[in-house]
């Protein structure tokens, strides 16, 4: 495969504020996917995808941090002149996090995954699954220097959805735990 990317990022306001945007292209030769009953594999022999990431960071004050990141992509086989599936067009995100005290992160985010394309896992026929929105929330203290207690609760709406289709994704779930670095 070959690629490239083009970007710029600016900073505003002694960096209170940085804005970005970046422009992509790849080109596969012999891409592999996985369709249905995924059993086999396929061989897509010239694909391409592209498209840009936009994002914007902003800290007002030095105990919050908000960011916006879009990304819209254009994936196709060439050959067959058909999307390339499990590769969504828009994707969005937004998270926010505070630090009440030096040690202490909470933070919140939201996905947005719209305009994707798979294979039916019954009909193998080409689809648009259904857009989703996941809810996201973290906590983390440093107990020390290298050491970290964390929290996150994934998909805190407990939406259903498929990524990829045929495979439900978990409901709502939880994760604790301590990090390290040595």
Known sequence: ???????????????????????FFN????????????????????????GFEAF???????????????????????????????????????RAEVRPWDDVRIGAGVTQVSNRYDINATTGALMQPSDY?????????????????FARAENVLNRVYEEPEGFQAPYFQAFFGIKAKF
């Open 1 to 23: 495969s070959r690629g490239y990317e083009f970007g710029v990022e600016q900073g505003l306001y002694d960096r209170k504020i940085v804005a970005g945007i970046t422009y």
């Open 27 to 50: 080109s596969y030769s012999n891409l592999i996917q996985c369709p249905p009953p995924f059993v086999s594999l396929e061989n897509v022999a010239n694909a391409q995808s592209e």
């Open 56 to 94: 914007i960071k902003m800290t007002p004050v030095n105990w919050l941090d908000i960011n916006f990141e879009y990304t819209f992509t254009i994936a196709r086989n060439v050959d067959a002149n058909v999307p390339l599936v499990r590769r969504p067009q828009d994707s969005f995100n937004i």
């Open 133 to 149: 929105t996941l809810l996201r929330v973290t906590a983390a203290y440093d107990v020390r220097k290298n050491v970290e207690l």
